[in-house]
Protein backbone atom coordinates (compact mmCIF):
# COMPACT_ATOMS: atom_id res chain seq x y z
CA UNK A 1 0.00 0.00 0.00
CA UNK A 2 1.32 3.39 -0.64
CA UNK A 3 -0.17 7.18 0.80
CA UNK A 4 0.49 10.22 -1.29
CA UNK A 5 0.85 12.93 1.01
CA UNK A 6 -1.72 16.05 0.06
CA UNK A 7 -1.55 19.94 2.17
CA UNK A 8 -4.89 18.84 4.10
CA UNK A 9 -5.22 22.23 6.27
CA UNK A 10 -7.53 23.23 9.84
CA UNK A 11 -8.34 26.14 9.27
CA UNK A 12 -8.84 28.61 11.96
CA UNK A 13 -10.83 31.99 12.24
CA UNK A 14 -12.00 34.05 15.04
CA UNK A 15 -15.53 35.88 15.36
CA UNK A 16 -15.84 39.40 15.73
CA UNK A 17 -17.58 40.72 19.23
CA UNK A 18 -16.43 36.93 20.09
CA UNK A 19 -17.23 38.43 23.81
CA UNK A 20 -20.77 39.14 23.63
CA UNK A 21 -21.73 36.26 21.30
CA UNK A 22 -20.35 33.55 24.06
CA UNK A 23 -22.01 35.57 27.12
CA UNK A 24 -25.25 34.85 25.22
CA UNK A 25 -24.33 31.36 24.15
CA UNK A 26 -23.82 30.82 27.84
CA UNK A 27 -27.05 31.92 29.26
CA UNK A 28 -28.84 29.74 26.60
CA UNK A 29 -27.26 26.91 27.48
CA UNK A 30 -27.77 27.05 31.11
CA UNK A 31 -31.73 27.52 30.59
CA UNK A 32 -32.08 24.92 27.46
CA UNK A 33 -32.72 21.23 27.38
CA UNK A 34 -29.31 18.95 27.51
CA UNK A 35 -27.71 15.83 29.35
CA UNK A 36 -25.32 15.06 31.49
CA UNK A 37 -22.98 12.00 31.09
CA UNK A 38 -21.49 10.92 34.45
CA UNK A 39 -18.40 9.74 34.68
CA UNK A 40 -18.20 5.95 33.96
CA UNK A 41 -21.73 6.14 32.30
CA UNK A 42 -20.31 6.01 28.99
CA UNK A 43 -22.18 7.56 25.75
CA UNK A 44 -24.40 5.19 23.57
CA UNK A 45 -25.44 6.12 20.31
CA UNK A 46 -27.22 3.87 18.46
CA UNK A 47 -25.58 0.12 19.27
CA UNK A 48 -22.24 1.70 19.96
CA UNK A 49 -21.27 2.75 23.45
CA UNK A 50 -17.98 5.10 24.27
CA UNK A 51 -16.26 5.79 27.66
CA UNK A 52 -17.18 9.99 27.46
CA UNK A 53 -18.28 12.13 30.02
CA UNK A 54 -19.72 15.51 29.83
CA UNK A 55 -21.09 17.84 32.11
CA UNK A 56 -23.89 18.98 30.05
CA UNK A 57 -24.60 18.33 26.07
CA UNK A 58 -27.30 18.22 23.66
CA UNK A 59 -26.37 15.85 20.96
CA UNK A 60 -29.27 14.07 20.45
CA UNK A 61 -30.84 17.49 19.36
CA UNK A 62 -28.44 17.77 16.92
CA UNK A 63 -30.95 18.53 13.71
CA UNK A 64 -33.04 20.33 15.29
CA UNK A 65 -32.39 24.02 13.99
CA UNK A 66 -35.40 25.20 15.71
CA UNK A 67 -33.40 25.37 19.18
CA UNK A 68 -33.45 29.23 20.66
CA UNK A 69 -29.32 28.96 20.20
CA UNK A 70 -29.14 27.87 17.44
CA UNK A 71 -31.43 30.41 15.78
CA UNK A 72 -29.37 33.01 17.06
CA UNK A 73 -26.05 31.43 16.43
CA UNK A 74 -26.34 30.00 12.93
CA UNK A 75 -26.05 32.91 11.33
CA UNK A 76 -23.10 34.17 12.60
CA UNK A 77 -21.12 31.33 12.21
CA UNK A 78 -22.54 30.45 8.49
CA UNK A 79 -21.25 33.90 7.90
CA UNK A 80 -18.07 33.57 8.60
CA UNK A 81 -17.49 29.59 7.22
CA UNK A 82 -18.39 30.80 3.95
CA UNK A 83 -15.38 33.44 3.81
CA UNK A 84 -13.41 30.81 5.43
CA UNK A 85 -14.13 28.06 2.64
CA UNK A 86 -13.95 30.50 -0.17
CA UNK A 87 -10.08 30.39 1.41
CA UNK A 88 -10.15 26.59 -0.03
CA UNK A 89 -12.03 27.13 -3.37
CA UNK A 90 -15.22 26.16 -2.14
CA UNK A 91 -18.58 27.83 -1.76
CA UNK A 92 -21.89 26.43 -0.39
CA UNK A 93 -22.53 25.11 3.21
CA UNK A 94 -25.00 22.82 4.33
CA UNK A 95 -25.45 22.30 7.83
CA UNK A 96 -25.69 18.23 9.08
CA UNK A 97 -25.74 18.84 12.70
CA UNK A 98 -24.77 21.10 15.70
CA UNK A 99 -24.85 20.77 19.53
CA UNK A 100 -22.92 22.32 22.64
CA UNK A 101 -20.63 19.89 25.08
CA UNK A 102 -19.74 21.25 28.51
CA UNK A 103 -17.19 19.84 30.13
CA UNK A 104 -15.75 20.05 34.10
CA UNK A 105 -13.28 18.09 35.85
CA UNK A 106 -12.35 15.01 34.60
CA UNK A 107 -14.83 14.94 31.29
CA UNK A 108 -13.51 14.28 28.13
CA UNK A 109 -14.04 13.13 24.61
CA UNK A 110 -11.71 10.37 23.28
CA UNK A 111 -10.61 9.80 20.24
CA UNK A 112 -13.51 9.25 17.53
CA UNK A 113 -14.23 11.16 13.55
CA UNK A 114 -17.27 12.71 12.56
CA UNK A 115 -19.56 12.30 8.93
CA UNK A 116 -19.57 14.67 6.49
CA UNK A 117 -17.00 16.97 4.43
CA UNK A 118 -15.65 18.42 7.74
CA UNK A 119 -16.09 18.94 11.36
CA UNK A 120 -15.80 22.09 13.35
CA UNK A 121 -15.43 23.45 16.83
CA UNK A 122 -16.29 26.77 18.26
CA UNK A 123 -14.60 27.64 21.82
CA UNK A 124 -16.87 29.28 23.69
CA UNK A 125 -15.25 28.82 27.37
CA UNK A 126 -11.77 27.82 27.16
CA UNK A 127 -9.41 28.66 30.05
CA UNK A 128 -5.82 28.76 29.62
CA UNK A 129 -5.34 25.62 31.59
CA UNK A 130 -7.66 23.84 29.62
CA UNK A 131 -6.26 20.95 27.41
CA UNK A 132 -7.11 21.80 23.92
CA UNK A 133 -8.12 20.19 21.02
CA UNK A 134 -5.91 17.33 19.50
CA UNK A 135 -6.30 15.67 16.19
CA UNK A 136 -3.36 12.78 14.99
CA UNK A 137 -1.53 13.04 11.73
CA UNK A 138 -3.67 11.17 9.21
CA UNK A 139 -0.40 10.83 7.32
CA UNK A 140 1.65 9.41 10.48
CA UNK A 141 -0.63 8.35 13.49
CA UNK A 142 2.23 8.45 15.71
CA UNK A 143 2.30 12.17 15.82
CA UNK A 144 -0.18 14.20 17.68
CA UNK A 145 -0.79 17.59 17.19
CA UNK A 146 -2.76 20.32 19.54
CA UNK A 147 -4.36 23.23 17.88
CA UNK A 148 -3.31 26.57 19.31
CA UNK A 149 -6.89 27.82 19.94
CA UNK A 150 -8.86 30.59 22.27
CA UNK A 151 -12.14 31.63 23.25
CA UNK A 152 -13.76 33.09 20.07
CA UNK A 153 -12.12 31.04 17.72
CA UNK A 154 -13.46 28.73 15.14
CA UNK A 155 -11.74 25.74 13.66
CA UNK A 156 -12.81 23.34 10.91
CA UNK A 157 -11.05 20.08 9.66
CA UNK A 158 -12.05 17.05 7.16
CA UNK A 159 -14.02 14.82 9.38
CA UNK A 160 -12.12 11.28 9.03
CA UNK A 161 -9.49 13.71 11.18
CA UNK A 162 -9.28 11.10 14.33
CA UNK A 163 -9.29 13.82 17.03
CA UNK A 164 -10.08 14.30 21.43
CA UNK A 165 -10.84 16.09 24.14
CA UNK A 166 -8.54 15.54 26.71
CA UNK A 167 -9.41 15.01 29.96
CA UNK A 168 -10.16 18.52 31.69
CA UNK A 169 -7.47 18.22 34.95
CA UNK A 170 -8.70 21.45 36.36
CA UNK A 171 -11.99 22.85 38.55
CA UNK A 172 -12.72 24.82 35.26
CA UNK A 173 -15.60 24.84 32.98
CA UNK A 174 -15.05 23.83 28.81
CA UNK A 175 -17.44 24.75 26.44
CA UNK A 176 -17.90 24.04 22.87
CA UNK A 177 -20.03 23.96 19.97
CA UNK A 178 -19.34 21.26 17.67
CA UNK A 179 -20.77 20.78 13.59
CA UNK A 180 -20.65 18.90 10.99
CA UNK A 181 -21.07 20.44 6.95
CA UNK A 182 -21.01 19.50 3.59
CA UNK A 183 -19.31 21.79 0.97
CA UNK A 184 -22.24 21.89 -2.20
CA UNK A 185 -19.28 22.97 -4.92
CA UNK A 186 -15.65 24.27 -5.90
CA UNK A 187 -15.44 27.81 -7.17
CA UNK A 188 -14.31 26.63 -10.53
CA UNK A 189 -13.14 29.98 -11.69
CA UNK A 190 -10.24 29.17 -9.07
CA UNK A 191 -9.05 25.95 -10.91
CA UNK A 192 -10.72 25.82 -14.28
CA UNK A 193 -8.09 28.31 -16.26
CA UNK A 194 -4.92 26.61 -14.56
CA UNK A 195 -6.39 23.09 -15.07
CA UNK A 196 -7.13 23.98 -18.85
CA UNK A 197 -3.40 25.86 -18.99
CA UNK A 198 -1.64 23.06 -17.14
CA UNK A 199 -3.39 20.38 -19.40
CA UNK A 200 -2.68 22.02 -22.83
CA UNK A 201 1.07 22.19 -21.87
CA UNK A 202 1.62 18.57 -21.41
CA UNK A 203 0.04 17.43 -24.69
CA UNK A 204 2.63 20.33 -25.98
CA UNK A 205 5.36 18.64 -24.17
CA UNK A 206 4.21 15.51 -25.33
CA UNK A 207 3.86 16.04 -29.04
CA UNK A 208 7.11 18.34 -29.28
CA UNK A 209 5.33 21.15 -29.73
CA UNK A 210 6.50 24.84 -28.68
Not at 66 to 77: I, S, T
Not at 144 to 160: A, H, K, Q, T
Not at 174 to 192: D, L, M, Q, W
Request: aromatic share 18%.
Amino acid sequence: MQKYKFSCPVVKSKLKDYKSINQKLLKFFESCEGETVDIGQGYRINDLEFPDSFSKLDWRHCNNYDREWVKYFLPLLESELTHMIYSMSYQGIKFRGIWFQQYKKHNTHGWHTHAENFTGVYYVQLDKKSPNTEIVDPFNNRKIRRMDVEEGDLIFFPSFFIHRAPPLLNDTQKTIVSFNFNVTKPIESSYKNFYHADYFTRIRKRLGWR
